[in-house]
């Protein structure tokens, strides 16, 4: 099993652009998270998704659009890049349930740079 | 709402010597705990949890208990290796589709 995988690993935007970034899961799992992770800032959630079809603000969704066209995948999308944005993106995904405590499982991140 | 305030960094520790980050949360009601571990360059991983008060988690030599008392639940390690040097999340859940982090303490141990 891969677990969970992001594409790309690196990205350079300039100001303006748009990229969709992709994260998959081979773990049937029903809920998936988008994060972005700053210096000293920890974790800030940016959307999530609880099933197929579904989707959620977290706590910083401004700039970001996402989608879950399928259980096994989840797309963020920025549609005007902004320097402010640079970041490393993780995502994420858990079993549903109470019983599952919610316990994560994490991507390799993609470390973007919007110039 | 929830929080998570943990220890701040960097810790920078000697090789075999003993580890304490520190861990404390703000939740009405009591949540599940977790530490996160993140090597540099990598994803998070799960190193340890503890679901309810008293609980104790435990991997890689790593320990912490669920105090409901103190609110805490505080990272130790008895000996630690220079394969130890990471960035370490505190994390806690009510089961629903949250989790909530702490900003993270970055560890370094030397040689």
């Known amino acids: 099993n891969a677990g969970v995988t992001q594409t790309p690993k690196f990205r350079v935007l300039k100001t303006g652009q748009s990229m969709t970034l992709l994260c998959a899961q081979d773990?049937?799992?029903?809920?998936m998270y988008w994060y972005r992770q700053d210096p000293g800032m920890g974790l800030r959630l940016i959307h999530y998704?609880?099933?197929?079809?579904?989707?959620a603000k977290g706590e910083v969704p401004d700039g970001y659009n996402v989608s879950r066209l399928k259980k096994q995948n989840f797309l963020l999308g920025l549609e005007s890049a902004a320097p402010s944005q640079t970041s490393v993106y993780f995502c994420?995904?858990?079993?549903?349930?109470?019983?599952?405590?919610?316990?994560?499982?994490f991507g390799p991140g993609t470390r973007l740079t919007v110039l | 709402g929830d929080s998570v305030t943990q220890m701040e960094g960097p810790v920078t520790l000697s090789e075999e010597a003993f580890l304490t980050i520190n861990c404390t949360y703000t939740?009405?009601?009591?949540?599940?705990l977790f530490w996160y571990v993140q090597y540099p360059g990598e994803g998070l991983q799960l190193l340890l949890k503890?679901?309810?008060?008293?609980d104790k988690g435990s991997n890689k030599g790593f320990e912490a208990t669920y105090r409901k008392e103190t609110t805490s639940f505080h990272l130790e390690k008895g000996s630690v290796q220079v394969s130890d040097s990471a960035v370490y999340f505190c994390?806690?859940?009510?089961?629903?589709?949250?989790?909530?982090f702490g900003t993270g303490t970055r560890l370094t141990i030397i040689p």
């Open positions: 994420a995904s858990s079993w549903a349930g109470v019983s599952f405590h919610n316990e994560q499982f």
């Open positions: 773990m049937n799992h029903e809920y």
């Open positions: 998704s609880v099933g197929e079809g579904t989707t």
């Open positions: 939740a009405t009601g009591y949540p599940s």
């Open positions: 503890a679901t309810k008060a008293d």
């Open positions: 994390a806690l859940s009510f089961g629903n589709e949250k989790l909530t």
